[in-house]
């Protein structure tokens, strides 16, 4: 019996190549999953590929060219953007970290973890928070309701 996997697309948005590739590397190692990972260096691209809803993951730079990662996620949230999104940041940026969540980042990840075992976990993280919010998104604009057992 053969089990065909998935082809997750993944989306890496930062003006410094060595993070893309990285990121490729890492994830053309894993044995759970098949990536497709492509690599954009600019924050209007950023945007107009949300808009297109053709990847999986985005993992989005703090800062791309003169764009922060917070105005991205924040236009992104604004388009009511259906694609979970990773904040990539640097040590010490909890309050960065926090208003990414706030704005409907899926995760953050600093860039020291950015490693086998966590890159492709907070991914998987990333798209079954998303599917949730979704799903509750849903239920709130149709009225569902689920029953609460005594």
């Not at 703090?62 to 259906?82: F, P, Q």
């Not at 990333?126 to 239920?139: D, F, K, T």
Request: hydrophobic residues 35%.
């Amino acid at each position: 019996m053969s089990t065909t996997r998935h082809c997750l697309r993944i989306l890496v948005i930062d003006e410094d190549v060595e993070t893309y590739q990285r990121v490729r590397e890492i994830l053309r190692t894993n044995t759970e999953h098949t990536y497709q990972v492509e690599w954009l260096a600019d924050g209007d691209a950023a945007l107009s590929a949300l808009d297109k809803n053709e990847h999986d993951c985005f993992l989005l730079d703090e800062r791309v060219g003169e764009t922060s990662g917070i105005e991205i996620l924040r236009e992104a949230k604004d388009h009511r953007a259906l694609i979970p999104v990773i904040l990539l940041m640097g040590h010490n940026q909890e309050e960065l970290a926090q208003a990414a969540l706030d704005l409907g980042a899926a995760a953050t990840l600093k860039r020291h973890d950015l490693n086998e075992e966590n890159l492709p976990r907070t991914i998987l993280y990333a798209r079954q928070h998303r599917q949730v919010r979704s799903r509750l998104g849903q239920r709130r604009t149709t009225g569902t309701k689920r029953a609460v057992p005594a």
